[in-house]
T-cell receptor, first 115, second 112 residues
């Protein structure tokens, strides 16, 4: 599943700056999911997108976080005015179709450190 | 919404012995239960999954069982090997759901 690409792999930001995380799904996959993983913790669902549509954003914090998956290009998870508590590994995953019938492939993650 | 609980949080077994990890879920509509393995610093990878129309599924040394009445499912690893050391996550979702909910993970260590 090396096909799911994320960049950057490591990102360092100072408090108050913006963080942009990119995810390119596997070829042929049109469903993208973003998860946050704090150290020593599990994967917390954030948002599910299809091309040009946010399907489920129930796991996204109400402020400072946004996501998009444009018709062309990667999916972007954007965090504005980062705080130390945003430091975590952010994983995206993609599926070819409906989640419960298709394997979810994960990217290598972006490790965000907020100083 | 769905809530998935996973136990134990850490597990240490002697090489060659079996390891069992248990999960419970809350939403009776859930019908898809994948298990992921995450090695240190790596991405999660699917190792096995089960759907609610079966009670057990096996793939070589790995097996998963499902009890829909009790709303719990388990991962069994037999003849454990050093390369089985990792964090294992269970998850649950339903066919109409847009997401799967993960358990908190079990750190499995295999003692030589």
């Amino acid at each position: 599943n090396a096909g799911v690409m994320q960049n950057p792999r490591h990102l360092v930001r100072r408090r108050g700056q913006e963080a942009r995380l990119r995810c390119s799904p596997m070829k042929g996959h049109s469903h993208v999911y973003w998860y946050r993983q704090l150290p020593e913790e599990g994967l917390k669902f954030m948002v599910y997108l299809q091309k040009e549509n946010i399907i489920d954003e129930s796991g996204m914090p109400k402020e400072r976080f946004s996501a998009e998956f444009p018709k062309e290009g990667p999916s972007i998870l954007r965090i504005q005015q980062v705080v130390r508590g945003d430091s975590a590994a952010y994983f995206c995953a993609s599926t070819q179709g409906a989640l419960s019938y298709n394997e979810q492939f994960f990217g290598p993650g972006t490790r965000l450190t907020v100083l | 919404g769905e809530n998935v609980e996973q136990h134990p949080s850490t597990l240490s077994v002697q090489e060659g012995d079996s390891a069992v990890i248990k999960c419970t879920y809350s939403d009776s509509a859930s019908n898809y239960f994948p298990w992921y393995k995450q090695e240190l610093g790596k991405r999660p990878q699917l190792i096995i999954d089960i759907r609610s129309n079966v009670g057990e599924k096996k793939d070589q040394r790995i097996a998963v069982t499902l009890n829909k009445t009790a709303k719990h499912f388990s991962l069994h690893i037999t003849e454990t090997q050093p390369e089985d050391s990792a964090v294992y996550f269970c998850a649950a979702g339903d066919s109409s759901a847009s997401k799967i909910i993960f358990g908190s993970g079990t750190r499995l260590s295999i003692r030589p």
